[in-house]
């Protein structure tokens, strides 16, 4: 029954599975920002207080959301790397920093556009985009870090405790603007309780999030299979690979 | 009502440059998982090559 897990340390499976999956997951992630920008921009109503400003919210939420979700994801590859010494989990982790970092400079420039308008600044030194930078801060942190050593096996290790340590700041992002007074909304979607937004401008939303998380594992898969390679490069399964 | 649509309400300079600026992102993305993966194949291949010509 687990031996569907067991084969996720095997670097040959894993280059083959992330090969196999990519494509499926790009077109779905297609189809459905497809949707989410045609609904979202041509089709949902204006906010009754932000007018068509608020559509920003279809690239800045689902950008945000993903910042955080790449976090866990590259902590958790980390700490099984660091507990049961499994390489793939170091390629997941480094897969993951710069894209996870991409998404949180997305949130970061997007949510800057949305505050001119609305709160008259582009920036404001407010919990929630503090800690949304610290999150930039930290993703740049572990890839600088697991690119200061020579020897490669020790950039993983310190990059992963980095990694692991800094899931500390994911709780304080998400929940800023409950613990702290904020410029920032509150909650929209990910919160207990039903959403605070009528169906005809929910749906688009939550059709971008389900494209940027496909998104993020089309990319994840092509980074991983570089990152496999790159650490298997002598294995004898390598060049049976690369010939595909 | 494309003028309409373009003008997003008078917030077009804010609303298109956040859509711009997330789609570069998606493509940037993109573009950089593709040119990692084939040097990573380049890499290995020309490894590969070099330890066929050793054993010779």
Not at chain 1, 60 to 81: C, Q, W
Not at chain 2, 8 to 25: E, I, K, L, N, S
């Amino acid at each position: 029954m687990w031996t569907w897990f067991y084969k996720l340390a095997s670097p040959p499976h894993v280059y083959g599975v992330a090969a196999a999956l990519m494509p499926w997951l790009l077109g779905g992630a297609a189809l459905a920002v497809a949707y989410g920008l045609i609904a979202g921009l041509a089709f949902a109503p204006p906010d009754y207080q932000q007018g068509d400003a608020f559509r920003m919210i279809y690239v800045h939420v689902p950008g945000a959301i993903l910042s955080l979700t790449v976090y866990m994801v590259m902590a958790a590859a980390s700490a099984v790397a660091l507990v049961w010494r499994i390489k793939v989990g170091h390629a997941v982790a480094a897969a993951s920093a710069p894209i996870g970092a991409s998404f949180a400079l997305m949130a970061l420039v997007t949510g800057s556009l949305w505050g001119r308008p609305m709160w008259g600044a582009y920036w404001a030194w407010d919990p929630r985009l503090t800690s949304e930078l610290i999150l930039l801060f930290i993703y740049i942190g572990v890839m600088s870090l697991r690119s200061a050593f020579e020897d490669p096996a020790r950039g993983d290790r310190a990059a992963a405790l980095l990694a692991v340590v800094g899931v500390v700041n994911v709780p304080i992002v998400h929940f800023s603007v409950v613990w702290w007074n904020s410029l920032h909304q509150g909650a929209t979607i990910v919160k207990l309780g039903t959403p605070s937004m009528p169906g005809s401008m929910l749906w688009p939303l939550l059709s971008m999030w389900l494209g940027f998380m496909l998104f993020y594992g089309a990319v994840l898969c092509t980074r991983v299979q570089a990152e496999v390679l790159n650490r298997e490069r002598q294995a004898a399964w390598v060049r049976e690979a690369i010939k595909s | 009502m494309m003028s309409n649509f373009w003008s997003m309400g008078g917030y077009a300079r804010y609303v298109w440059p956040c859509f711009g600026f997330a789609g570069a992102v998606l493509a940037w993305n993109l573009w950089a998982a593709r040119r990692l993966l084939a040097g990573a194949r380049l890499r290995s291949a020309r490894a590969l090559a070099m330890a066929a010509s050793d054993a010779r």
